[in-house]
């Protein structure tokens, strides 16, 4: 638990007896409390508060730890989510801390190639036409007392089938083509070049395979407060009432198929 909560919260939970004045004012913070579970802002403070104190604390090190403060955008479509979740599983491969997504730790396509069966994974993470890319096992990382009693949370499962009421709408072997595609086309020594075979996800939603390629590592910082194919943020714009959003340019550029 991240908060005890005044002793007037404490007193009601542990079922002490109390005035009616003081269960007022229990409800009230409790109000208060719910508000603040449902606001973004508030919990990335919490959030990023706790991780920079302790990363402060294992560098024996005072001050911002932070860069910057955190950015909310909306996926409006099926290519503003398929885009999003390539440049954050890729976040690693690009700051050098792994060489495959199967080595980046803390992302979740990693735990969904480790529950894949031990053969095929081998096989798969072992063999590519640019030779070995393995990189070593990731090292442990120290994790709070308080996160050990924590649930698992179950990964939302892939259906390209749309028959899961909540799923994301793609086959998990085909976005896994389109990462390890992208993945290799951000490695130095292959830079922007993709070969002549498309991934199956970036033909089935008319995105660009190249120009996918060349603004895959700064892609979403290239939109503002949404991100979509043109028609979805001009859809977008009207219903905000708004002239204009950062990232028509882009939006044209990556999720308009080019004419052959």
Known sequence: MLFTGPLLVQRYRAGADQLPAEV?????????????????????????????????????????????????????????????????????????????????????????????????????????EDGPIN???????????????????????????????????FSFEDYLELVETTGRCQRPDKRGRIDGHVPKLLDRLGIDPEAFIAASTTLLTRFGSAVGTPQRLTACCAERQARHLRGMRMARKVFQRRAA
């Open 24 to 128: 007022a004012a229990v409800k009230k913070l409790a109000a208060t409390y719910r508000e603040r579970l449902r606001d973004v802002s508030w919990f990335m403070r919490l959030l990023n508060e706790a991780i920079a104190r302790q990363a402060n604390a294992e560098d024996n090190v005072k001050g911002r730890f932070w860069e910057g403060r955190f950015r909310s955008q909306a996926l409006l479509d099926e290519a503003a989510i398929l885009s999003a979740m390539t440049y954050v599983y890729l976040n690693p491969i690009r700051a050098g801390m792994a060489e495959t997504p199967e080595t980046s730790a803390h992302t979740s396509v990693a735990e969904r190639l480790a529950a894949l069966p031990g053969d095929a994974e081998q096989g798969r993470a072992t063999s590519s």
């Open 135 to 169: 990189a070593p096992d990731a090292p442990a990382v120290r994790v709070p007392a308080w996160c050990e009693t924590l649930p698992l949370q179950p990964l939302m499962p892939f259906d390209a089938t749309a028959r899961l009421p909540t799923a994301i709408p």
